[in-house]
C-alpha cells in the first residue's frame, strides 16, 4: 500500500480539540468547543443533538467547508485544517461526497446533468455514462431527462445522493437528507443511503434530528452546547469521543 494512503485501521476522519467561531462582533458565538473524535473506517455514524448544538458545523468541517480556529482534522489521512482553499477543493472532489437537506439542484439542468457536474468538473470523459449508472443505482433511471422542478422531494434527494456517489468518494457526508422529506419518504432514503454505503465500503457520517433514523447506523454521537455529551450518548458512541 502506497505510504501516501490511510491504512485499513486508521480512522476514516479524525478531529482533536477542535473549536470553531462563528460571526463577528456582539453576533460571535462559539460552536464547536473543543471536539475530540474518530469516526471509523467503513462505517455509518449519526451526529444527533439539540437544534443549535453544532452538528451541520462539524459536518462542515470535516468537509473543509469550516474553517476551525484551533484544533486538528484529518480525513482519509490528509490535514485539511493545513490546506488552502484550492486543495481543499481537489482533496473534496476526489474523496467526499455531500447531500444536503435542502437537495443543492441545478434548476436549469436534469437529472443526469446534475449528477454528471462533478465528472465535468474532474475532466472525465465518460461523465454522463457513469452519471447514469448512479441514477439507476438509486432508482432513478427513467427519470434522467427530467428537471428538478418535475421531481418530488424524494426524487431530488435521490438525485442529489447519486451526484455526491458518482465519484465513489470514500467518505460521504448527509447533513439532514430527510429534513425536506415525509416519513416515509425519508426513511426510504436514509435505506438507500446505507444501502449504498454498505455496497462501496464507504464511511458515512450523517447528521440527523430523528432518532430512529440514527438507530439504524453503526454508532451514535451526540452533541450538546457544541460539545460531545458522553453522559447522554448512545451505546455505540464512536471512538474517542471521551
Known amino acids: 500500500m502506497p505510504a501516501s494512503l490511510p491504512s485499513s485501521a486508521a480512522p476514516a476522519a479524525s478531529l482533536a480539540d477542535v473549536r470553531l467561531t462563528l460571526g463577528d462582533g456582539p453576533t460571535r458565538v462559539e460552536v464547536l468547543k473543543g471536539i475530540t473524535l474518530n469516526f471509523a473506517r467503513g462505517k455509518a455514524t449519526a451526529i444527533v443533538g439539540p437544534s443549535g448544538c453544532g452538528k451541520s458545523t462539524l459536518l462542515m468541517a470535516i ?6 480556529d484551533a484544533g486538528s482534522i484529518e480525513v482519509e489521512g ?8 484550492d486543495a481543499l477543493a ?3 472532489s476526489r474523496a467526499v461526497g455531500i447531500v444536503f ?3 443543492h439542484l441545478m434548476p436549469t ?3 443526469l446533468e446534475n449528477v454528471a457536474i462533478p465528472l465535468e468538473l474532474a475532466g472525465v470523459r465518460d461523465a454522463f455514462e457513469r452519471a447514469a449508472a448512479e441514477l439507476e443505482a438509486v432508482g432513478l433511471a427513467a427519470r434522467a ?3 428538478p422542478s418535475q421531481l418530488s422531494g424524494g426524487e431530488q434527494q435521490r438525485v442529489a445522493l447519486a451526484r455526491a456517489l458518482v465519484n465513489d468518494p ?8 430527510t429534513g425536506n422529506l415525509d416519513e416515509r419518504t425519508g426513511a426510504q432514503i436514509i435505506d438507500l443511503l446505507l444501502d449504498q454505503r454498505a455496497r462501496r465500503g464507504s464511511t458515512l457520517i450523517m447528521v440527523t434530528h430523528d432518532l430512529s433514523l440514527a438507530s439504524k447506523c453503526d454508532a451514535v454521537v ?5 460539545r460531545v455529551d458522553d453522559a447522554d450518548s448512545a451505546p455505540r458512541l464512536a471512538a474517542g469521543a471521551q
Open 63 to 68: 468537509a473543509g467547508l469550516e474553517r476551525p
Open 78 to 85: 490528509a490535514r485539511i485544517d493545513r490546506m488552502d482553499e
Open 90 to 92: 481537489s482533496f473534496r
Open 101 to 103: 437537506q435542502s437537495f
Open 109 to 111: 439542468m436534469t437529472a
Open 145 to 147: 431527462a427530467h428537471y
Open 170 to 177: 470514500a467518505i460521504l457526508l448527509a447533513d439532514e437528507p
Open 222 to 226: 451526540r452533541l450538546k452546547s457544541g
